[in-house]
């Protein structure tokens, strides 16, 4: 069983491949970079999985999943991520991905997780999309778009307006005018402040 796993965090890929090398049955390669990934594809696949960080290098989002999914030599492709948010886990796989995988899952059960896409099956940790959503009961959330708070939970974890764009698959310009609403909205006049206000209403 061949996996790939792309990843710019060096820590993550050592940490990785050492639970899947003492697993066993799975030939881990790592790539630091989407372009890296690309190149290993055509000249050492096929690869039963591809692991995919959504926030690397090169990787623009879900573009970068939707041209693995495309290419012949990654059999099987999957999202690996912190922002383990619903909305980013449905639109991955109605693209096609194996699979929604956390970096907060444990090790044993990422190792599972492999295999088990690997093998074509599609995952998704257990009770994630019946998992409990922001409050949406709260005055703040109601006067707020679903991408205003997705903007806004990006804030609270403290990203730049680039690596929101990143994660939600947008242009910086098309955020920034989504904060500056936002901003306008829950009446603060900085990121600091709407994160305080956002945390102090229970949103995130």
């Known amino acids: 069983m061949k996996v790939l796993i792309a990843d710019d965090h060096e820590l993550v890929l050592d940490t990785l491949v050492a639970f899947i090398e003492a697993a066993g049955g799975i030939e881990p390669t790592t790539a630091p970079d989407f372009a ?19 926030n690397m290098p090169g990787m623009n989002g879900l573009s970068g999943l939707e041209t693995c999914i495309g290419m012949d030599r990654a059999r099987h492709v999957a999202l690996f991520t912190g922002d383990a948010s619903r909305d980013l886990a449905e639109r991955a796989l109605e693209l096609g991905a194996a699979g929604f995988v956390p970096k907060t899952l444990p090790a044993k059960s990422l190792v599972n997780a492999i295999r088990f896409m690997a093998m ?19 005055p703040m959330a109601k006067k707020l778009t679903e991408r205003e708070r997705q903007v806004l939970k990006g804030l609270t974890e403290g990203k730049s307006n680039k690596e929101i764009a990143r994660d939600l698959d947008l242009s ?4 920034k005018l989504h904060v500056k609403t936002l901003y306008r909205k829950v009446g603060v006049s900085n990121r600091t402040q709407a994160a305080m206000a956002a945390r102090e209403a229970g949103l995130f």
Not at 37 to 54: M, Y
Not at 120 to 138: C, I, K, R, W
Not at 172 to 175: A, C, L, W
């Open 36 to 54: 890296t990934a690309r190149a290993k594809i055509e000249s050492d696949g096929p690869f039963d999985l591809v692991l995919l960080d959504l």
């Open 120 to 138: 074509g099956e599609q995952y998704l940790p257990v009770g994630f999309m019946s998992a409990e959503q922001p409050n949406d009961t709260h």
């Open 172 to 175: 910086e310009p098309t955020i």
